[in-house]
């Protein structure tokens, strides 16, 4: 009989063609010149301008990942958008969870010979498979060929002709899943797709609920068409929602989508998505960010219907609301000048259904400041920006989607003091409500804390350069240390390391370097910075001492590209303080 992780690869397979054949897929890694999809891809290069002719096409094309539906006009599939809904990419997560579910420490693999000709085609003997996957030191690796094979058990008919190439590989605890098509056919009706490039997915077999998802793969049409998924990454892990209520897959996104006619977009995800195995549940949480050519973009919102979308575009015509959880919106286009703000204040204020209202305030002091919605009796978000015109000067988009009765953000850019800046406050849910708004300072960003020096054991060092390293997500937040130097690092050797350096292991709740105070802690969490973090002395090329930081706190603030870091912190030898202004001089 077979093991049970040449069985799990079949389902993965299966799960794969389905994946493709349906709703599109993906590949993984990719971003190469050199790449398959790249060499395969054969439509536009140039990056899109946004507007509200190709918007859709290219916000739900990239979303949905290649899906049928998203690479053909809209208007030539229905006749309204609310009648298609939208696929997600959670079925790509899908694949990779059915894939590696039981790749675990004790399974061995014994069987050379992974399928039957039956066993993945409905329509046996017309349609068939042959492989030649076989057992490495490691794992699994091979081919396998389709031939007229129908791999769909619904309704649908859905033909797969050609070879996929397969690699499961297990690195300690990490296990790797890998599939390349050059190309894979899916024949679908009158249609017929190439998908040419690759699938990657990795995680830990100590806790597979969370996988790592890269994509790139060029997809061609009947037409001749292409359409490109670069550079595709999905980070994912299950857990219950906000609520604690609903058990589904939080998820975020990025990555760049090729379109035929349009060229492409960039994208990234602002607020984390959230999709429950409940299909009846309030879910799709989320934002997106979506990049386009001359300051053109646009954002994403998932409503809690699994259905809705909301598409805001903004460039220099102004804005365009497109989807289905905005057709009655005539809010955005018409906005509603409230007044002036004061700062420090709590403002009982009252929005009407499906309004944009601008409000303005005056900063107090040069900083950063800290945007705060909360009551709100439905759905809303904010814009800030330095011009009272919708999106001429944007400077940040808040919408924590998870949570409709708050939207506290605070925006990197430093607040200048005297000047007037431009709140646009949105409705998403057409219900006319109430909420509290509270605008204060957070860090005065005019305040280096004296010279970028590093005042240690009755020394002072000056500090030049600030270099990280991002280890990405870990626990709730992302891991992005920040080594501060009286020396250039240099990439090929340690030679030059001749002076003193403070390195700090941050945790910040975004992935970005993001402004806030951070207190010292062991426990890893977002807002700290951890017991790794030290202050040494280096001479050729090594360190000499090291001593470890036990405590303190240290600040960041932005202004421009320039970040202001100031630390009082305690060491194994005594008390130090440190500041920084300048920009980031690299990645070590």
């Known amino acids: 009989m077979k093991n049970k992780w040449t069985r799990l690869l079949l389902v993965g397979i299966a799960m794969v063609s389905l994946i493709l054949g349906a709703c599109g897929g993906g590949g993984g890694g990719g971003g190469s010149n050199e790449s398959l999809a790249s060499t395969s891809y054969t439509g536009e290069r140039s990056q899109a301008y ?14 949905e990942g290649l899906n049928s539906e998203s690479i053909v006009p809209l208007a030539l599939e229905t006749s309204t958008t609310t009648e298609i809904g939208i696929e997600d990419p959670y079925h790509l997560k899908t694949l990779m969870t059915r894939t590696l579910l039981l790749a675990q420490t004790d399974n061995q693999i014994t069987m050379l010979n992974v399928f039957e000709p039956w066993e993945f085609c409905n329509n046996y003997p017309a349609g068939y498979t042959t492989d030649t996957i076989k057992e490495t030191n490691t794992g699994l ?12 058990d619904g309704g649908d008919v859905i033909i797969i002709d050609g070879k996929m190439t397969l690699s499961l590989v ?6 790797k899943v890998s599939m390349t098509m050059n190309p894979l056919y899916m024949v679908s009706g009158v249609d017929r797709y190439a998908l040419y490039g690759k699938i990657g997915g990795t995680t830990n077999k100590n806790d597979m609920t969370s996988i790592v998802l890269t994509t790139d793969i060029t997809m061609q049409e009947t037409s001749g068409r292409t ?13 219950y929602d906000v609520t604690g209520t609903h058990w589904g897959t939080e998820l975020t996104i990025s990555g760049r989508y090729y379109s035929n006619d349009h060229g492409y977009v960039d994208f990234a995800t602002e607020e984390v998505i959230f999709m429950p195995f409940n299909d009846l549940a309030p879910a799709h949480d989320g934002l997106i960010k979506f990049t386009g050519s001359n300051g053109s973009h646009a954002y994403l919102w998932l409503g809690e219907n699994q259905d809705d979308y909301c598409i805001k575009v903004f460039n220099d015509s102004g804005v365009v609301d497109i989807g289905t959880c905005t057709s009655e919106n005539d809010g955005g286009d018409t906005v509603t000048e409230k007044g002036q703000l004061a700062i420090n204040e709590t403002h009982n204020l009252q929005i009407e259904a499906y309004a944009t209202d601008r409000y303005s305030f005056i900063p107090s002091v040069t900083g950063t400041y800290t945007i705060a919605i909360t009551n709100a009796q439905s759905d809303l978000s904010w814009m800030l920006s330095k ?4 999106d001429d000067e944007e400077i940040y988009f808040c919408d924590s989607s ?9 925006p990197d850019e430093v607040l200048i003091a005297g000047q007037e800046y431009y709140l646009f406050i949105d409705e998403w849910d057409n219900v006319s409500g109430t909420y509290n708004l509270f605008i204060s300072p957070t860090q005065n960003g005019g305040d280096t804390g004296g010279e970028n020096d590093l005042n240690f054991l009755g020394t002072t060092t000056p500090l030049s350069y600030l270099y990280f390293d991002n280890y990405g997500a870990l626990n709730d937040g992302y891991n992005i240390d920040l080594f501060l130097t009286s020396f250039q690092v240099n990439p090929g050797g340690t030679t030059t390391w001749n002076g003193r350096g403070v390195y700090l292991e941050m945790f910040f709740p975004t992935n970005s370097v993001n402004p806030g105070t ?8 977002a807002g ?30 932005r202004n421009g590209p320039n970040y202001i870091i100031n630390g009082t912190v305690t060491t194994s030898a005594g008390a130090a303080t440190f500041s920084y202004n300048g920009p980031l001089s690299g990645n070590w």
Do not use: H
């Not at 946004?50 to 979303?63: P, S």
């Not at 297990?170 to 296990?175: C, Q, R, W």
């Not at 011009?387 to 919708?390: T, V």
């Open 50 to 63: 946004l507007n509200a002719e190709n918007a859709e096409t290219l916000v739900l094309g990239a979303y």
């Open 141 to 152: 690796q091979g081919d396998i060929n389709f031939f007229n094979c129908n791999a769909e």
């Open 170 to 175: 297990e690195e300690g605890n990490l296990i």
């Open 227 to 239: 359409y490109w998924l670069n550079n595709y990454r999905m980070d994912s892990a299950e857990k």
């Open 387 to 390: 011009s009272p015109n919708w």
């Open 402 to 410: 998870l949570n409709t009765s708050d939207e506290i953000c605070t």
């Open 518 to 525: 951070y207190t010292w802690s062991t426990s890893e969490a």
């Open 528 to 557: 700290t910075f951890s017991g790794f973090s030290d202050i040494s002395v280096f001479g050729g090329g090594s360190i000499l001492t090291e001593y470890s930081i036990t405590g303190g706190t240290v600040t960041i603030s």
